[in-house]
């Protein structure tokens, strides 16, 4: 399993937008056969950087899950609307492994 973790840098004036898009994809990776843990926009500190993150079986899966993707009706929506309204001004995606599992059990204080 890899996790893929997208950095984007966003209009902090057009932060709907990236919520309407994040929302989007919220239905649309899950039924192309990505573990979405979700998207996440500005809060506190900085009103630009937002991140999406997925978990994802291989390499070879992200290819096929990504043609899966392009070719659903909301994915090419939500792609279209992207360019459109030009929210996201840069994007990078990194693919890392979790190498600190298994965790602990959450103790409470």
């Known amino acids: 399993m890899i996790t893929c973790f997208i950095r984007y840098e966003i209009d902090p ?3 709907e937008a990236f919520a309407e898009y994040a929302r989007n994809w919220g239905q649309a990776i899950p039924r192309n056969g990505a573990d979405l843990i979700g ?7 900085s009103a630009t950087t937002a991140y999406g993150v997925y978990n994802i079986e291989s390499l070879a899966a992200y290819e096929a899950y990504r043609a ?14 992207a360019r ?6 840069k994007e990078d ?15 409470l204080p």
């Open 13 to 15: 004036f057009k932060k």
């Open 39 to 45: 998207y996440f926009g500005p809060h506190e500190g």
């Open 68 to 81: 899966r993707l392009a070719a659903d009706p909301l994915g090419r929506d939500n792609y279209e609307f």
């Open 84 to 89: 459109r309204e030009a929210f996201i001004l």
């Open 93 to 107: 995606r990194i693919f890392l492994k979790n190498v600190s599992a298994p965790h602990a059990k959450l103790v």
